[in-house]
């Protein structure tokens, strides 16, 4: 490898990493602006110019607060806990593709931490994993209530991942390909994923926010029942490390879902701006300069999706756990087998738009049975009367 | 039977599969809740900006002065009758020849405290009193304190300053300045 | 470099198996066996075959052992309360591990290696999907699909055992 393009590569690295946190960081203050905003109040606004030196104020509290690890507590596991729960949320971003290639020199270098050929798996892989931070730090607390809420969250996170994989299934059908970047490849010129699986989109969508521990799915954090959940005992930054990877791993599944469904670092007319800017600045910069333009916009739909899951938050109230098992393994599993089985009916009778057939079903079937039971109640209630 | 106008009926007919669906309820949740995100602000940025008090807010107590700077308070203790929460106490004095330019009466409070723990600025003081001397100002807030030592405000607190009059005062009542 | 990535991989692998075994702790020693696993996987993955390694950590250490340290959390394990085991369970344990070190021997005493070794023979696309899908629903179908009702069959049994019957109260 060439040292320029080790150098670009490796400032791309850095840059993906310290783009993470930085983004994490900042969700912190914009889950409290909005928060604020959407119930009518203006929110952080002391700490700097629109209280944008919030995060910094809130790290430096919890660094300043006391470690405290209880004397019953495995120790190692106690610190092992939140590290992992770290790890695994800054892991994740490595394989997505955060826009399309740099020119150096002449030589192209992807704008990718790395891609390699089972990107999803991995994407899978490491999600999988993220439960063990949550795990070992709840049973290392040697509280009943940690371990109580840190098997809520496993259980959840399980569930939840079945059918976030056969959602994923009917894409990978569609792509034929398990790498991110062909996947993004593929949706070039608005073939966006969300047109041919909206079922797919939604269920991908719910499981996101189960997998995240955010509302409505919030249960592993309860204060009536668990208290703190699995952090209960943790304070100081160990507790830090817990709450940034949940905005961690809340900007990497936008960025998931952004890729996947949404087309990455496509966006309409970009062949149009990138063939201009190369006739007008030349071919290495205008290149680079479209794959800016290009980042920019799959960094606008993560901005959008990390909006949508506080958006939700502060809209919805949160399900019962039993509601919320119901629906991961009886409503969206099977919703994920039939949508990946219309998927290959399409493909193989040559349209990818079989997966509307399911949305159209039940939006008849819905408003059809609205309009009988509509009469239903009118005829009640004239029976009342009576 | 109907006790309030509020009763509403509970509608427990079962759901229709558009309402099971829970996707449509989601969607215009969402649209109300954005709805309040483009809304005005009602916060009040409090050290900048002041909420106006109203007109008959009862805050900290001032001992009055007349235009002429005497204390108007003889020490009659009708307000510590008048006390529901039995906040004030005092000791009456006389006055001496050549103190009439301090004291508006021939008797005056020499110790004139009030317990802001005690007290529930119900305003029954300012109503007792005879003389227009004790008023609960409407544009002043009863500071907070930190120490229990600090909780009982004596005369050095309470009387009105001369430089610095309180906007309350006899013309409450008469409407003219005296 | 393959070489060196390899023996260290094994040395691992092969000391955090002793401690799955060794540990007084069952919960140290389910996360040593996970660390197992990422060994394995770093030898699939040594192997060209990255599918495999991902599904393992996914299905072995993202699912499975996260379902045996449940079990093994709620077990309240301690050293005065474990029970000890009769001569029986001892001599059962060794002839049935016994047995399985002769199949994998029998196993792999005749396998053929000298593909493997063969960079003429060498193809870089073996371990991905495509291949491995291709392989699987033609070479190995029958297989594979005993496999697939083998789960089933168990999925039905656990549904069964865990179903609630008629008129019974468990909590």
Known sequence: MELSVFIVKSIIILAVFGVSLLIATYSTWAERKIAAFLQDRPGPNRAGIFGLLQPIADAGKM??????????????????GPSLAMLTACMTSAVVPFGD????????????????NIGILYVFGVVSLGVYGVMIGGWASNNKFSLLGAIRAASQNISYELAMGLSIIAILMMSGSLSLRTIVEQQHGMNWNIFFQPVGFIIFLTCAFAECNRTPFDLPECETELIGGYHTEYSSMKLGFYLFAEYINMFVSSAVIAVLYFGGYNYPGMDWVRESLIGGLGLNWGHNLATLVGTMVFFGKIFFFIFFFMWVRWTLPRFRYDQLMNLGWKGLIPLAILNVVLTGAGLLAGTRLLSWVLILGVVLVATIQAGTARKRTVAAGRLSKV | MKLTNRSRKTDKSPMTIAERLYLPAIASGLGTTIKHFFQKKPTIQYPEQKREFSPVFRGLHVLK?????????????LCAVACPAEAITMIAGEREPGQEHLYREEKYAEVY?????????????????????????????????YERDEVIFGKDRLVEKMDDRASVGIEKYTGVKS | ?????????????????????????????????????????????LLNAQFLAAVNIIVYAGAIMVLFLFVIMFLNLREDTEPRKGMAAKLAAVVSGGLLLLIMVAALRTADMSTLNNPASFDSQIGLVENLGRVLFTDFLLPFELASVLFLVAM????????????????
């Open chain 2, 113 to 145: 405290e009030i317990n802001m723990l005690r007290c529930i600025f119900c305003g029954l003081c300012e109503e007792a009193c005879p003389k227009a001397a004790i008023f609960l100002q409407p544009d002043k807030i009863a500071p907070a304190f």
């Open chain 2, 65 to 77: 002065r007349d235009e002429q700077g005497r204390e108007r308070c003889t020490a009659c203790g």
């Open chain 3, 1 to 45: 470099m393959a070489d060196k990535i390899f023996y260290f991989l094994t040395f691992l692998s092969l000391i955090s198996a002793m401690l799955v075994i060794f540990s007084r702790n069952p919960v140290h020693s389910v996360l040593y066996l996970i660390l197992t696993f990422f060994c394995l996987s770093g030898h699939y993955i």
């Open chain 1, 63 to 80: 660094f300043f607060k006391e470690d405290f690890i209880p004397r019953q507590a495995n120790k190692w596991l106690f610190i092992a």
């Open chain 1, 101 to 116: 290639t740099v020119l150096v020199n002449g030589a192209e270098v992807t704008v990718q931490g790395i891609d390699i």
């Open chain 3, 156 to 171: 039905v049994g656990a549904v069964m055992l865990g179903k609630r019957e008629a008129g019974e109260r468990n909590f």
